[in-house]
């Protein structure tokens, strides 16, 4: 019966952090269906012009991402 009340624990744990997540997950998926349009718009009008453009974001969102990570956490002295 312990493993049972902890497994459950266990679980109820995962759900809130899983939940946690949901709000940071949609926000990354919205963005990264905003740039697929984006690029799949400008490759109907003309082909090579879609690659310079998702080049142009994929550099972009490395360039935000290492900066994120390479600036502290907050709270940290």
Do not use: E, H, K, N
């Not at 905003?34 to 310079?52: E, F, K, L, M, R």
């Not at 974001?57 to 956490?73: D, F, K, N, V």
């Amino acid at each position: 019966m312990r493993f049972v009340s902890a497994a459950a624990r266990g679980v109820g744990r995962g759900a809130a952090v899983a939940v946690a997540a949901v709000p940071t997950l949609l926000r990354d998926l919205i963005g990264i269906a905003g740039a697929g349009s984006i690029v799949y718009g400008i490759w109907q009008i003309y082909v090579p012009a879609a690659y310079i453009a998702g080049g142009i974001m994929l550099t972009g969102a490395a360039l935000l991402l290492a900066r994120r990570a390479s600036l502290p956490a907050r709270g940290d002295s």
